[in-house]
């Protein structure tokens, strides 16, 4: 089964800095999109951004210019740095992945990780 697991949610004041991770894995061979979301207190979950395996990327109007997605296809990673974060970022922090492929199966549904907290407060 594929698992998305991840890391670098906190605490952090406005204008500062945090860098969150994703692996996936399972015996994956490829990941078309990864991504994140993320869910504020009361509000629906929403796209941040994604990133296909080709390398186009998707970002959140909100973000664009503060956050940064990177992957890495080889070990099935993707990362998020925030800069600038402002109070409106506070969240649940989501990894996500469409389109996956294992050794033994196509699966073209979501898999989430389980959340990570990120708080944006002075």
């Known amino acids: 089964q594929v698992q998305l697991v991840e890391s670098g949610g906190g605490l952090v004041q406005p204008g500062g800095s945090l860098r969150l991770s994703c692996a996936a894995s399972?015996?994956?061979?490829?990941?078309?999109?990864m991504g994140w979301y993320r869910q504020p207190p009361g509000k629906q979950r929403e796209l941040v951004a994604t990133?296909?395996?080709?390398?186009?990327?998707n970002y959140a109007d909100s973000v664009k210019g503060r956050f940064i997605i990177s992957r890495d296809n080889t070990k099935n990673t993707v990362d998020l740095q925030m800069n600038s974060l402002k109070p409106e970022d506070t969240a649940v922090y989501y990894c996500?992945?469409?389109?996956?492929?294992?050794?033994?199966?196509?699966?073209?549904?979501?898999?989430w990780g389980q959340g990570t907290q990120v708080s944006v407060s002075s």
């Open positions: 990133m296909s395996s080709r390398g186009l990327i």
């Open positions: 996500n992945s469409k389109g996956v492929s294992t050794l033994r199966a196509y699966y073209p549904r979501d898999f």
């Open positions: 399972g015996n994956i061979f490829s990941i078309n999109i």
